[in-house]
């Protein structure tokens, strides 16, 4: 992980809990069947750690491409993992303190293939 600013989140039952350092790469609304037009931020995979509730994740194949990660309590979509790319899409929402992403997140995922 990088040197802060350090952020700290998770889902929305607090079953799950996540730390981001650094700036998030860019922004995205998700139109996955899970999201549905939800605002995202993307992170360096490096930048991003599960801190607590690794039991409480269910997995599957999101239909855009990489690896969802939701919370078998609350059904709340935490991290979509881009492996290939190294990039984790996180719900805003998880890290409400985050202020506004800078770049174009549709852009960077359609360039690596992931959208």
Request: with cysteine; aromatic share 4%.
């Amino acid at each position: 992980m990088s040197n802060g600013p350090f952020y700290q989140g998770g889902c929305g039952c607090g079953a799950v809990t996540l730390i981001a350092t650094g700036a998030p790469l860019a922004a995205v609304n998700c139109d996955c069947d899970l999201c549905r037009g939800e605002r995202r931020l993307l992170w360096s995979e490096a930048a991003v750690q599960l801190a607590g509730g690794l039991e409480a994740l269910d997995g599957r194949r999101a239909s855009h491409g990489g690896w969802q990660r939701v919370c078998r309590h609350c059904g709340e979509s935490v991290l979509t993992e881009h492996a290939e790319a190294g990039i984790v899409e996180m719900p805003a929402s998880a890290l409400p303190e985050v202020e506004g992403a800078e770049g174009d997140g549709e852009a960077l995922l359609a360039r690596l293939g992931h959208r």
